[in-house]
């Protein structure tokens, strides 16, 4: 017999995987084609929604039943708060007055190199004051502002399709 609800579950999953690969290709030719380097805050943002994206698919792929769908959306909503609590962080940093902005501190390759890990996450996460810059905007928004949203909505569409009744 044929997994009932798992249609949704599984288109859910995979376009929840298409939008995240499209939002990180979109950052990647920021970087690499308009020369717009990420900062700290920008690369675990990138992190959060590989995760996202990686248990969205794996969720579509394995199709698992009640508890497994469930699983998986957990799995993805947990990494939407994660980019939303690095969003949420980014997104202070950038309304501080320029007075209060953080110094800017080293790369985070450079860190990760020369510190304990422990450190060079603590560090790369409380920010810096390249996070605090606005380099790009959309419709009045910044970046932080829209990876939030698409954070939000992504691992919501992950718990609708993951208690969904059939």
Same mark, same amino acid.
Do not use: N
């Given at each position: 017999m044929r997994n009932p609800g798992s249609t949704f579950f599984r288109?859910?999953?995979i376009g929840v995987f298409m939008a995240c690969? !499209?939002?990180?290709?979109?950052?990647?030719? /920021?970087?690499?084609?308009?020369?717009?380097?990420p900062c700290p805050l920008c690369i675990f943002q990138r992190l959060a929604f590989a995760l996202l994206g990686c248990a969205?698919?794996?969720g579509a792929i394995h199709n698992p039943r009640n508890f497994g769908r469930k699983l998986y959306g957990l799995l993805a909503a /947990?990494?939407?708060?994660?980019?939303?609590?690095?969003?949420?962080r980014h997104i202070f940093l950038q309304s501080l007055p320029p007075d209060?902005?953080?110094?800017c501190g080293p790369g985070l390759e450079f860190?990760?190199?020369?510190?304990?890990?422990?450190?060079?996450?603590?560090?790369?996460? !409380?920010?810096?004051?390249?996070?605090?810059?606005?380099?790009?905007?959309?419709?009045?928004?910044s970046m932080p502002w829209w990876t939030l949203f698409w954070y939000l909505a992504l691992g919501a569409l992950m718990i609708t399709a993951a208690w969904r009744r059939p």
């Open positions: 288109v859910a999953g690969a !499209s939002l990180l290709g979109y950052a990647y030719w /920021l970087q690499f084609r308009e020369f717009l380097d969205a698919l794996a /947990l990494a939407g708060v994660l980019g939303a609590a690095i969003a949420g209060q902005v953080p110094e860190m990760l190199q020369h510190l304990p890990l422990a450190d060079a996450l603590q560090k790369a996460l !409380s920010g810096s004051g390249e996070c605090a810059a606005v380099s790009w905007t959309f419709w009045g928004l």
